[in-house]
Nanobody, 124 residues
Framework: QVQLVESGGGLVQAGGSLRLSCAASARAFSSYAMGWFRQAPGKEREFAAAIDYNGGVTAYKDSVKGRFTISRDNVKNTVYLQLNSLNPEDTAVYYC?????????????????WGQGTQVTVSS
């Protein structure tokens, strides 16, 4: 069983930055690929970023490339998502998730464990 707790969301003006954290209570945290997804009101949950087991490989949704950075600290059992140059279209609840495989990292169904989400609101 893996528990994930996100933090770091909030209200920010367009152009601003936030750093999201996701703390995992998991034995062998480094055996999980980690992902960040987001869900805006009235929309489906969508992939934002993913990182492999030791942080050597990352992947991003096209619209966030160059603005978001995913990273992980396997000693602290934490994964991060740095959000820069935010715009109102980034407003959503952001979820972190853990998967036991890197296969199909962008699909929500690949992830077994999910956090409760943290709200990010970007004002124009």
């Amino acid at each position: 069983q893996v528990q994930l707790v996100e933090s770091g969301g909030g209200l920010v003006q367009a152009g601003g930055s936030l750093r999201l954290s996701c703390a995992a209570s998991a034995r062998a945290f480094s055996s999980y690929a980690m992902g960040w997804f987001r869900q805006a009101p009235g929309k489906e949950r969508e992939f934002a970023a993913a990182i492999d087991y030791n942080g050597g490989v990352t992947a991003y949704k096209d619209s966030v490339k160059g603005r978001f950075t995913i990273s992980r600290d396997n000693v602290k059992n934490t994964v991060y998502l740095q959000l820069n140059s935010l715009n109102p279209e980034d407003t959503a609840v952001y979820y972190c998730a853990a998967a036991q495989t890197w296969y199909r990292y962008s699909e929500p169904t690949s992830y077994r464990y999910w956090g409760q989400g943290t709200q990010v609101t970007v004002s124009s």
